[in-house]
């Protein structure tokens, strides 16, 4: 493992993505196939951005303040979880991970860093862990699924996967760059795509027992650029070049 600056080398490789990709997307007709999704080597960070981390950047980048920011680029809850009298996170949380972050805060952040938001690939890349042990971590992911919150923990709190990466899966959701895409009507049956179906039901998926996938994959389509949520969060990636 090659870590430096808090982030970790995820090596080139490749998995099977959730949504199976068609050999010929000009016909419909053609099966759903379920190649392997080449990743390229890539920088990203070991846990999620903490609230400390965020209060730095809110503070040398004062726009992106709860008392600043334009509507036009987060809701009402943006932060609203920094509730003492300055306006910020309290000590006590710090090292937790910043959440009621939009999409274009993070990308902000990710920016500021001379870094980005992972793509959802290089997300899903890392989450399945080249592959290994799939089956036991669909099995930790609805464990967390199962079981609401009712505090965060601090990062770094849950076990390293193969690549090195902490906290990936069981402590928040997190932006990816092309969160939403992979949209569909919600109702494909009439869309001439046989494999899209019953209010994207089956959505091409490569695994119909991975409900873990499914929930992530719906969650990602309601979302919007400016939508904030209490345990939405992200961390940052980085090209290797």
């Given at each position: 493992m090659v870590r430096v600056d808090d982030m970790v080398l995820v090596p080139k490789g490749s998995f099977t993505p959730f949504f199976l990709k068609k050999v010929d997307t000009n016909n419909s007709s053609v099966p759903a196939t379920s190649p392997a999704t080449s990743v390229d080597a890539f920088w990203l960070d070991a846990t999620p951005v903490t609230n400390r981390k965020f209060l730095a950047f809110v503070n040398k980048h004062p726009e992106w303040h709860q008392s600043n920011i334009k509507k036009i680029f987060t809701d009402s809850h943006y932060l609203e979880h920094w509730k003492n009298a300055q306006g910020s996170a309290d000590s006590a949380d710090l090292d937790k991970p910043v959440v009621n972050v939009s999409w274009f805060a993070a990308a902000a952040y990710c920016e500021a860093q001379d870094k980005r938001?992972?793509?959802?690939?290089?997300?899903?890349?890392?989450?399945?862990?080249?592959?290994?042990?799939?089956?036991?971590?669909?099995?930790?992911?609805?464990?967390?699924?199962?079981?609401?919150?009712?505090?965060?923990?601090?990062?770094?709190?849950?076990?390293?996967?193969?690549?090195?990466?902490?906290?990936?899966?069981?402590?928040?959701?997190?932006?990816?760059?092309?969160?939403?895409?992979?949209?569909?009507?919600?109702?494909?049956?009439?869309?001439?795509?046989?494999?899209?179906?019953?209010?994207?039901?089956?959505?091409?998926?490569?695994?119909?027992?991975?409900?873990?996938?499914?929930?992530?994959?719906?969650?990602?389509?309601?979302?919007?650029?400016?939508?904030?949520?209490?345990?939405?969060?992200f961390r940052c990636a980085k090209d290797t070049k």
């Open positions: 938001l992972p793509s959802t690939d290089e997300w899903e890349y890392t989450l399945t862990d080249n592959d290994r042990d799939t089956d036991n971590l669909q099995k930790q992911i609805m464990a967390w699924y199962s079981v609401p919150n009712k505090a965060l923990p601090v990062v770094g709190s849950k076990p390293a996967n193969g690549f090195g990466i902490l906290d990936m899966a069981g402590l928040i959701w997190e932006w990816t760059e092309d969160f939403n895409s992979y949209m569909a009507p919600p109702d494909s049956r009439n869309s001439g795509d046989k494999t899209l179906f019953c209010g994207s039901g089956s959505l091409n998926a490569s695994n119909l027992g991975d409900y873990a996938a499914f929930m992530r994959y719906s969650y990602r389509e309601s979302l919007r650029g400016n939508f904030t949520g209490k345990n939405l969060g």
